[in-house]
C-alpha cells in the first residue's frame, strides 16, 4: 500500500509544478530562505539517499541540473527507484510524508 501512497504523492506534486517556468522555480519556497527548486531538489536527494540505503549502495549526489524544469522528473525517477528497491512499507511512508511536506511548502 505504501509504494501506491508514493506514487500518488509524487503525482501530486508533480501536478503542481510541472507547468512552472523558471520564475516560478527560483521564487523562495514558503517560509524559508530557499528557493522553491532547491527545496525540491533536496528532497530528490533525500529520496535518492533512502534508495542507495535499502540497496545497501553507497549515497551519490543527484546532480543539479541546469534547467530547473527537469525537476518532476528527477523526482519521478528517484521515486521509482526507491520502490523498485522494494523498501519496507515505513521507508515508502516516510518517503511519501516527506513529499507531502514538500508539497506543503512549495
Known sequence: MSAVEL??????????VGHW?????SAAAEGGNVSRADLVHKLVQEI???????EGEPRRD???????LALPDQLRVVAADLVA?????????GAA???????SAL
Open 48 to 54: 535518492a539517499n533512502l534508495a542507495a540505503d535499502v
Open 97 to 103: 510524508a516527506a513529499v507531502a511536506a514538500t508539497r
Open 21 to 25: 517556468q523558471q520564475p516560478r522555480w
Open 7 to 16: 506514487d500518488r504523492a509524487v503525482e501530486l506534486l508533480v501536478r503542481q
Open 85 to 93: 528497491a522494494g523498501p519496507p512499507d515505513a521507508v515508502l511512508a
Open 62 to 68: 543527484v546532480p543539479r541540473l541546469d534547467n530547473d
